[in-house]
């Protein structure tokens, strides 16, 4: 993989940060060659964001995508993960065209309101995505947080412990 | 390095085998409590409990301090990086997803490109 992408140059990859701003707050953020105009369309026609938002690395794929993107509008995602489905809906806030999108995360009471702003600069287009959790506990528990990323990686040993045959005399 | 890694991987798993001893990191990162107060919360005896915390401890995964006459036990410094292990994973699923996102975007490119060449014909 690394010799193909050595013989074939491809233009510059852009960095992708995360950070978490406050105990609330994650931000992401990542250029790309192109217009906001073009960018924004890609976040919000259901054809073109089903192409981009499941890559292949996530081992998940996409059931439906529907897209309602106006003000009060509704979204709603479902995921297929080997046998199990899971759905992610909530509405747009704001749809402010080729610069600004808030919506709503509701499948669970503690999910973000997330806001992405395109910022179009020399035919390139800065995004940044806030999401903005109702508390630090909740941000926590989406994984930065001890117990629950600890549960989830307990899980993770635990199956790892199992497919090793560990003899570590569990009781 | 190997050596380091390899012991402390074993310290995390022998720590983490027991399920008492994952109970006590969860019920740690709910909020900090005395060893008298996880040794009722699990109902074993304080020399049991002191057993368990001196386990995670050893793995680095809790921290205690003595004021007066009570020891509070934390989450010790892994919870930092746990954090930062998670950020990544985070920042490696949007940058896959960016990865692609680049594709459609150069694609929508190539096709205003001649969609406006057919326009000015």
């Known amino acids: 993989m690394d010799a193909r992408r050595e013989s074939e140059p491809t233009p510059m990859k852009n960095r992708t940060t995360v950070e978490r701003k406050t105990e609330r707050e994650l931000v992401t953020t990542r250029t790309f060659n192109g217009p906001a105009r073009i960018v924004f369309e890609a976040w919000t026609k259901p054809e073109l964001f089903k192409r981009w938002w499941v890559p292949k690395s996530m081992g998940m794929s996409l059931l439906s995508c529907e897209m309602d993107v106006r003000v009060g509008g509704k979204y709603r995602l479902v995921f297929a993960h080997e046998a199990s489905e899971s759905t992610f809906f909530g509405s747009y806030l704001e749809v402010t065209p080729h610069s600004r999108l808030v919506w709503t995360n509701e499948e669970s009471d503690d999910g973000p309101v997330t806001t992405v702003t395109f910022e179009e600069k020399g035919g390139k287009t800065l995004l940044v995505m806030r999401e903005l959790y109702p508390s630090k506990e909740a941000l926590d528990a989406a994984g930065t947080g001890a117990a629950d990323a600890m549960v989830e990686t307990f899980a993770q040993l635990d199956e790892l412990l199992v497919a090793l045959g560990a003899s570590l005399g569990r009781s | ?121």
């Open chain 2, 1 to 121: 390095m190997v050596q380091y890694t390899q012991a402390r991987l074993d310290d995390s798993f022998g720590a983490l085998s027991d399920a008492t001893r994952r109970g006590v990191l969860e019920q740690l990162g709910r909020s900090d409590a005395s060893i008298t107060d996880l040794a009722d919360k699990f109902h074993m005896t304080l020399t049991g409990m002191q057993k368990h915390v001196g386990v995670l401890e050893q793995a680095g995964l809790v921290s205690t301090e003595k004021v007066g006459r009570v020891r509070t036990c934390k989450l010790g410094r892994r919870r930092l990086e746990e954090e930062a292990a998670w950020i990544e994973r985070y920042r490696q699923l949007w940058d896959a997803r960016f990865d692609e996102l680049d594709k459609v975007v150069e694609a929508l490119k190539q096709k205003e490109k001649v969609d406006g060449r057919k326009k000015r014909k």
